[in-house]
């Protein structure tokens, strides 16, 4: 007989309000910060027209400050509730060498078990990873809005120019994570529902998670 089930919640309301706010942020951030790029490109490529919002210059700047407030606010959110309510502490940590190792050796060959509402080592190092990512470029934009009033941030991160690339390659970090995280999701389309109700379906023996 099939052990019974009940349906637990795995993503406190704040965790999913803030997830999908950040999702669509981030998403206009990208795309109005590859419009700006395009404008003075310093790799010899640009980003297609259908990749950027903002139209020209000045609309795309208007985009990437309205979408950076927007991701701040939402990120301080998150921020205030993950290490208030210890959600960063349960969910994240620890971040050990060793499993980390193991868990993307298992993922290689797709037998890496899944429990929806639990982070593997892979995932939590790559969660703590994206957050830092975030604070670096928080940092390098400061630099290069307010290169005056922030000249000693500028300074650290080598001048105006160095930290435009230092802001675009923690940028190709977060993308590179969306797209590690979006084909998890694929392989793994169970995780999404739970995303959106914050519930899952768990065996009875297991305690719920917040």
Same mark, same amino acid.
């Given at each position: ?9 795995? =993503? ?8 999908? +706010?950040?999702?669509?942020?981030? *998403? ?25 919002? !903002?139209?020209?210059? !000045?609309?795309? +700047?208007?985009? =990437? ?34 499993? *980390? #190792? ?32 975030? *604070? ?7 630099? +290069?809005?307010?290169? #005056? &009033?922030?000249?000693?941030?500028? *300074?650290?991160?080598? !001048?105006?120019?160095? $930290? ?37 379906? =768990?065996?009875?023996?297991? $305690?719920? &998670?917040?």
């Amino acid at each position: 007989m099939s052990e019974p089930q009940k349906r637990l919640v795995v =993503h406190p309301l704040v965790v999913r309000i803030t997830h999908w +706010i950040n999702a669509f942020a981030m *998403v206009c951030m990208v795309m109005s910060g590859w419009a700006i790029y395009n404008a003075s490109p310093f790799f010899p490529f640009r980003f297609p027209l259908w990749a950027t919002v !903002g139209g020209w210059l !000045g609309g795309s +700047i208007a985009w =990437h400050f309205a979408a950076m407030w927007l991701l701040c606010a939402n990120g301080l959110l998150y921020l205030t509730y993950g290490v208030g309510r210890g959600h960063f502490r349960r969910k994240l940590l620890p971040v050990r060498p060793r499993d *980390v #190792v193991r868990d993307a050796a298992l993922a290689m060959q797709f037998k890496l078990p899944h429990d929806t509402g639990t982070y593997n080592a892979v995932q939590r190092a790559l969660y703590l990873f994206v957050l830092l990512l975030g *604070v670096l470029l928080v940092a390098s934009g400061l630099s +290069i809005w307010k290169p #005056v &009033q922030f000249s000693w941030l500028t *300074v650290l991160f080598g !001048g105006f120019d160095f $930290g435009r690339r230092v802001h675009f390659v923690a940028m190709a970090g977060v993308v590179g994570f969306v797209a590690v995280h979006l084909a998890l999701v694929l392989l793994v389309p169970r995780t999404l529902l739970p995303m959106l109700t914050g519930r899952a379906k =768990h065996a009875a023996h297991e $305690g719920t &998670q917040t």
